[in-house]
Nanobody, 122 residues
Framework: QVQVVESGGGLVQAGGSLRLSCAASGTIFSINTMGWYRQAPGKQQRELVA????????NYADSSKGRFTISRDSAKNTVYLQMNSLKPEDTAVYYC???????????????WGQGTQVTVSS
């Protein structure tokens, strides 16, 4: 099995910074994509924040560009999200997502973490 675990959320004032971490572990053969999504209060859909593609390139939501930076430690199957200049509208549960090929089956499966709350006060 594969586990995806986030950490680093919390309460911060507007303009502040937070760093989220996400580690994938278990029967991992390879990871295709890995990144961060968020679900704001009252919204049913999760939206992309930032992610790594399989070739190492990155994707950012327009709202993340210039403020958030995704990085990774491939050896540790870990991604990070540095969030600067936080705004109240960044308040959401942040979820880590990984597209993983396990050592058990030759196909990719989607895995999600439990989420970590980020609250930005005005």
């Amino acid at each position: 099995q594969v586990q995806v675990v986030e950490s680093g959320g919390g309460l911060v004032q507007a303009g502040g910074s937070l760093r989220l971490s996400c580690a994938a572990s278990g029967t991992i053969f390879s990871i295709n994509t890995m990144g961060w999504y968020r679900q704001a209060p009252g919204k049913q859909q999760r939206e992309l924040v930032a992610s790594f593609n399989s070739d190492g390139s990155t994707n950012y939501a327009d709202s993340s560009k210039g403020r958030f930076t995704i990085s990774r430690d491939s050896a540790k199957n870990t991604v990070y999200l540095q969030m600067n200049s936080l705004k109240p509208e960044d308040t959401a549960v942040y979820y880590c997502h990984a597209d993983v090929q396990t050592t058990i089956a030759p196909r990719f499966y989607q895995y999600w973490g439990q989420g970590t709350q980020v609250t930005v006060s005005s």
